[in-house]
């Protein structure tokens, strides 16, 4: 049987009186390839804020590896191994690339050890955040401020810093988006190579990413789980062409 990382349980989440979230009853598998898809204001980025405790729900579970983690701050879920990237980039944009990936290193080993080590000699931080930086091609630039490089880079970066939480899951809300599609590649490239053992969700509006990276895909529409399947029967599910799978060339097909 299938090992289940991460699970919710009737998750919903209310921002007044929209519904952003209802009622999702979801599994991630242990090492999976998933791709969360759904129109603009679906509710996706709401959700994986449930997931990583940006945000508390109004009703259900998230459960991590069968523990219930719904009442967890956002910190304590980032140590039991939930790591994610944003839809927007957020990083210290004044400071450089390995400083950045430092900062998530020595997050990650934890604060207790700097009491004995002088901050000067975190030399195995440092190791690590360069070793990172080589495996996602960002060694040339580990020395350069984050604001100095081209979009695609900072997003990778980003991607570095998640990775280096040594996380069980990953949540990537459009790793790519803002990228020039010339870029894009280097990311999807670099999420293509990550450790198999970690679980990962995407969401990402591009069909050619979802059907490529993802062995399950989940639909989201107007906040509810609306299909769920292989990439295959996604694609071929009819309601899901016609609410989010770009509907013209297939409809022209079908007439
Ligand atoms: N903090 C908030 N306060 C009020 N409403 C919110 C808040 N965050 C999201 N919403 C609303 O909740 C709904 C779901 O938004 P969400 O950002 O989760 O959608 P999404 O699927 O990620 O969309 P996109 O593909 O555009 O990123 C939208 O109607 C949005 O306006
Ligand atoms: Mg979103």
Redesign the pocket.
Known sequence: MTKIRLETQALSRR??A?V??QNIDFKLAAGARHALI??????????I?LLTGV?PPTHGRVLLGGRDITAMAQAERVKLGIARTF?INRLFRGLSVLENVCIAVAERVGAARSMFYPAGRRTDVIDEAMALLQTLKLAEVARHRVSELPYGRQRLVELAISIALSPKVLLL??PAAGVPSAESHIILDAIERLPEDIAILI?E?DMDVVFRFASRVTV?VG?ALFAEGTPREIESNMQVRDVYLGQAPYRAAHV
């Open positions: 921002f007044g929209l952003a979230v759904g129109p603009n204001g679906a509710g996706k980025t709401t959700f804020n945000l839809q809300d459009e969401i509006h989201m906040g």
